[in-house]
């Protein structure tokens, strides 16, 4: 079967608990994979949930609404469609490519540090001849 994520999923065996209906329903789980755009989740044992919940994950202190992808037995597939939009309205997924952004920056900034010190190696040396 091919892949279909659009990320890496990390295994993982995080505690979680996903809240449904307003808040007023939740239940226990655990966090098999987890990556930025989703993750596979295991209840105890086979269980109702609506198709839009909350996934709080209390070892990273993160709330992510959900949507839920597949189910099969004990296992539910989610998908985060805000990006982890976090519960307070910041945007760790924002970050992420912020970060992503800078990081490619410092990266074409290195080159060009490089091929600079290279250009005034090889005036030195022609000046020394």
């Known amino acids: 079967m091919a ?11 995080l505690r979680g608990c996903v809240h449904f209906n307003k808040r007023r329903g939740a239940l226990d789980c655990l966090i098999r994979d987890y990556s930025e ?18 996934l709080y994950i209390p ?3 993160q709330t992510v609404r959900a949507r ?23 945007s760790d997924g924002e970050l992420a490519l912020r970060v992503a952004h800078l990081e490619s920056e ?3 900034l ?13 005036g030195e040396d022609a ?3």
């Open 3 to 13: 892949e279909r994520r659009q990320s890496f999923r990390q295994k993982s065996f």
């Open 37 to 54: 755009h989703g993750a596979r989740i295991i209840f105890s044992e086979s269980v109702s949930v609506p198709d839009l919940v909350e």
């Open 59 to 61: 070892h990273k202190e």
């Open 68 to 90: 839920v992808q597949w189910r099969c037995g004990d296992e539910i597939g989610l998908a985060f469609p805000d990006a982890l939009r976090a519960a307070d309205g910041s």
């Open 106 to 108: 410092i990266a074409a």
């Open 110 to 122: 290195k080159k060009l540090v490089k091929k600079l010190r290279a250009e005034v190696a090889c």
């Open 127 to 129: 000046d020394a001849a």
